[in-house]
């Protein structure tokens, strides 16, 4: 990250004018929030940030901030993100997706962007339901769960996007919780200043289809161990993860993707040439 | 064209791999750099290998945009799959067989009884000297019934394979010395007519390379796709070259990525391409229709192939017009250009740039694999001024207004990095200042101003291709405008004088353009290549066509004939 810094950055600088169409109490309000503070704290200028997303509840935070957003179609986010960033390095790319746009209709892009680890931060707000649809089921709701689209659950066993994220090549895994915004923010803020392709999984509940959620907060811990750079580590610890260890996982030293860099040619008519006869 | 086209056709055969597509392409540069014109043309079975492949060459001293009706040299390398060409390859009465006995017999279907015959036992002459290649004994036999100079060939041979060693080069032009022998006894029925004397500066591309040429010149600096045929060789080309002008292309995990991250790079500010076939296209119908709402100049190129689904992947057919004009949900105005000849794809491509970035729009090219795959030597095209150029917003002070209703429909757009011009790009209806709203007046005002930009615009005489004169014309599009183009001389030989008109501009369509080039005309004859009469329905749709249309139309890959045209037009007349 290349970052212009400038001094006195306050979150609400960060914040639009536009007022968010979320049920009150719900968990995208905090990451909001944790944004803003991220974007404070990293000091970066407005115009030099890019906030992509896809569709749903949570895709819908771009406008609610004054950096430069992408509210793209449902489950392409990243790939936009990677186009942005790769055609722009000198910017600053975040994209906000949800569980069903990133984990389903945009899985198979989650896992190339993980292997592909272009610089950019990747925040899934997950609420383990597809809240702008009302309420059916999305690859992390649990498999006894209730929904008039799966009554008496969908039976399946959850995805697992820390997991998958390692296993793919993400170069930073971390899980933070929209109930608090202060420690969201800062794991944000690390998440975009580590190089490649960052993912931070946000527990951000919805109170609207899954008030149970609401007793996250008492579920919540800080991580028994330090953040490793060691996948085999890593990935040890993710198979005895309640999935509510909250804090940096894994820092991985994977070089980012980067266009290779090759002698710059003025005039087209060289390769003109190779067409002459 | 001259009057009369004298040309002289030649089909290579053989099992896929056995390199009968290099020989064509080896034969093409050799005739070029002795002065002549020529168009070469692939058609291939599915199979990776050992399938069935036919190089198929048109040579004349004029340039060459299309086959005629028949063959005068039918020269196999082996028979094995050749049957399954039946219906694509037809030797003149008069014309040449050339084939190795020991690989099969020619299929009756193609080979007319008055027919002559030769052998040319590559087979054999391989197993003698195993350093030979059978591609290159063909290679021989067809330099010398073309009467091509052997130094030229000897040249053309040396450029392709002068690395790989003094040795292999000597076994080279061996093994096509043994071929012009084995048929020094035989020659052409029609000779070629007198190669150009001074033809000037030309060049020898194939229509997929003239897109990318044209993306490049048209100022394309970030492509994203994924590989599909026949649309590969367009990536292939960029890829290398884009890295080289500062620009990169990224193969993406499939089409739904690659079209979104070619959105990510325009909406950055970089005027971005993708390449794909009809399958690919399927798959971004959605993301097109995300860059017409939010407003994203992106260049989309379908290089057309035989359809539904896989259909026939390696060969041509003119049926995603439907998908391509059609395809997007919602009111989505976009454009969509055909090229109509191998540097047509060049100017098209760099047109289709420069429109999209000049009305903040999705493009579609529609290619075709005829086109794309084809290699022909063209005069060295013009550089056009032709470079995309996007209104920009300056740092803004206020309130910025991404999608400002103004008079030309078209806003000034806001790169990252200006201050004071954020704003989000979005795919829900919204505001001018981009905010999402779902009222009645928002979502009609910026509707019609989508649809207002592309409209007004002033797209000049390149909207169509327009010949000739007389009450009867031939409307056609893509590929088939040279194809009719020739059978329109054909016409005129035989006293019939017809126009063409052949839209280039597919959309926005061009009532009023069409109007004034219809006037005085009675009789249409629309020729297209979809199963469907896609075309013929779409002209229908938009345009007032005479009573006294009819419609010459079959799906791929059977490429319509300048004679099949011309006896269209002729029964026209007659009736
Ligand atoms: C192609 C497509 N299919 C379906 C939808 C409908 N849709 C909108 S949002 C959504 C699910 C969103 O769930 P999630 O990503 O978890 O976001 P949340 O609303 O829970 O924040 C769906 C299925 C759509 N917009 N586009
Ligand atoms: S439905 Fe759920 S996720 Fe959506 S805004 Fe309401 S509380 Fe939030
Ligand atoms: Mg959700």
């Given at each position: ?12 600088d ?6 968010p169409?979320w049920?009150?109490?719900?968990g ?9 503070r991220?974007?404070a ?8 940030i890019?906030?992509v ?6 895709s819908?935070i771009?406008?609610?901030?004054s ?6 179609i ?18 600053t ?8 746009d ?12 993980c292997?592909?680890n ?9 609420n383990?339901?597809?809240g702008?649809t ?6 992390t709701?649990?498999?006894d769960f209730d929904?008039a ?23 930073y ?24 392709f ?6 951000s509940?919805?109170v ?14 800080p ?7 060691d996948p085999?580590r890593?990935?040890r ?5 309640d999935?509510?260890?909250i ?12 266009p ?7 005039d ?10 | 064209m ?15 791999g ?9 034969l093409?540069?050799a ?15 599915p199979?990776i ?16 945009e ?6 005068d040299?039918l ?6 799959n050749a ?10 009465p008069?014309?040449l ?13 193609m ?6 015959r030769?052998?040319?036992?590559c087979?054999?002459?391989c197993?003698?000297?195993?350093e030979w ?14 009467a091509?100079?052997s130094?030229?060939l ?6 392709r394979?002068?690395h790989?060693g003094?040795?292999a ?13 084995a ?10 007519p ?11 591309i ?8 044209g993306?490049?010149r048209?100022g394309v600096r ?12 367009i990536?292939?080309w ?5 890295a080289r ?11 739904l990525?690659s ?12 005027p ?5 076939s009809?399958?690919g ?26 359809g ?5 992947p ?14 997007l ?23 289709a ?6 009305l903040?729009s ?19 095209p ?7 150029r996007?209104?920009r917003a300056?740092s803004?002070g ?12 078209v ?29 009645a007046?928002d ?5 019609d101003?989508?649809?207002d930009?592309l409209e ?7 909207w ?13 599009w ?11 001389t054909?016409?005129?030989?035989r ?11 597919l ?7 069409m109007?004034?080039?219809?006037v005085?005309?009675?009789r249409v ?21 005479p ?7 079959r799906?791929g890959p059977?490429t319509?004939?300048?004679?099949e ?11």
């Open positions: 990250m290349n970052a212009t810094t400038t001094l006195a950055c306050k979150p609400g960060y914040k639009s004018d536009v007022k169409i049920c009150p109490g719900c995208d309000y905090h990451v909001l929030l944790a944004f803003a991220a974007f704290e990293l000091g970066r200028p407005a115009q030099e890019v906030l997303s896809g569709i749903g509840c949570s819908r771009p406008a609610y901030m950096c430069y957003g992408f509210h793209g449902h489950g392409r986010s990243l790939a936009v993100a990677a186009g942005v960033k790769i055609a722009r390095p000198d910017l790319v975040v994209v906000a997706s949800g569980d069903g990133g984990y389903s209709i945009g899985g198979n892009h989650f896992i190339h962007a292997r592909r272009v610089d950019i931060t990747y925040i899934v707000m997950d383990r339901i597809y702008m009302k309420g059916q089921p999305s690859p709701t649990e498999p929904t689209l799966s009554p008496g659950g969908t039976g399946l066993r959850p995805f697992n996007p820390l997991v998958i994220a390692l296993a793919s090549g993400a170069n895994v971390a899980r933070a919780f929209a109930g608090n915004p202060q420690e969201a923010g800062a794991l944000i803020a690390d998440a975009i200043r580590h190089p490649g960052s993912f931070v999984e946000v527990l509940p919805c609207t289809y899954r008030p149970d959620q609401k007793a996250w907060k008492e579920r919540v811990h991580p028994p161990v330090e953040a490793t750079d085999a890593a990935a610890r993710l198979m005895t993860d999935g509510f260890n804090g940096v996982l894994y820092r991985g030293n994977r070089v980012p993707y980067g290779r860099a090759e002698a710059v040619v003025e087209l008519a060289q390769f003109e040439a190779e067409f002459e006869f | 001259a009057d009369d086209p004298v040309s002289v056709s030649v089909a290579l055969l053989g099992s896929g056995a390199g009968v597509l290099t020989t064509g392409q080896l093409l540069e005739l070029c750099r002795a002065g002549w014109n020529g168009l070469l043309t692939r058609s291939v079975g199979q290998r050992g399938g069935e492949a036919a190089a198929l060459l048109r040579v004349s001293a004029q340039p060459v299309c086959h005629s009706g028949g063959f040299l020269l196999a390398i082996d028979w094995r049957a399954r060409f039946d219906s694509e390859i037809a030797l003149h008069d014309g067989v050339i084939g190795d006995p020991a690989g099969g017999e020619a299929p009756a279907a080979v007319p009884a008055s027919a002559r030769g052998d040319l036992r087979a054999e002459l197993r003698l000297h195993p290649r059978a591609n290159m004994i063909a290679l021989g036999a067809a330099a010398r019934l073309l091509i100079p130094e030229i000897e040249r053309v041979i040396d450029n394979f002068g790989k003094e040795a080069m000597a076994a080279n032009l061996a093994a096509t010395r043994a071929g012009a022998e048929v020094a006894a035989f020659a052409l029925a029609r000779a070629l007198p190669a150009l004397a001074s033809p000037g500066k030309r060049w020898l194939t229509g997929n390379e003239a897109v990318g040429l993306a490049l048209g970030f492509a994203a796709a994924y590989p599909i045929t026949p649309a590969s060789e990536l292939e960029l890829a290398p070259k884009l002008v500062g620009g990169s292309l990224v193969q993406a995990e499939d089409e990525a079209v979104n991250m070619i959105i990510g790079a325009s909406y950055g500010g970089t971005s391409l993708t390449a794909t009809g399958p296209l399927s798959l971004m119908v959605e993301s097109i229709g995300l860059a017409t709402a939010a407003e994203v100049p992106i260049v989309v190129v379908d290089v057309m192939r035989g539904p689904s896989t259909g026939i390696t060969k041509s057919e003119q049926a995603d017009l439907n998908i391509a004009v059609y395809g949900h919602g009111d989505a105005p976009h454009l969509v250009i055909a090229p109509q000849s191998i540097p047509d794809c060049l100017l098209s491509t760099q047109w740039v420069f429109l999209a970035e000049a903040q999705p493009v579609i090219v529609l290619s075709d694999q005829f086109l794309g795959q084809a290699q022909g030597a063209i005069a060295r013009a550089d056009i001024a032709f470079v995309g996007r209104l300056q803004a206020g309130a910025y207004r991404r999608y400002a209703i103004t008079g030309t429909g806003s000034p757009m806001a790169i990252p990095g200006t201050a004071g011009g954020q704003y989000t790009a979005d795919g829900l209806t919204h505001t001018e200042r981009g905010v999402p709203t779902s009222g007046l979502h009609s005002a910026q509707l101003k989508r649809c930009k007004q615009y002033d797209y000049g005489q390149l169509a291709t327009l010949e000739g004169e007389g009450d009867t014309a031939v409307l056609t893509g590929s088939l405008t040279g194809v009719a183009r020739e059978a329109l054909l016409a005129a030989n006293g019939v004088r017809a126009r063409l008109i052949a839209p280039r501009l959309a926005p369509t061009r009532p009023a353009a109007r004034a080039a219809l005085g005309v009675r004859v629309v020729v297209e290549q979809s199963h469907g009469a896609q075309f013929h329905k779409y002209l229908r749709a938009h345009y007032d066509l009573a006294d249309t009819r419609v010459l139309q799906p059977l319509i004939r300048p004679t045209i011309c006896d269209a037009l002729f029964a026209e007349n007659v009736a």
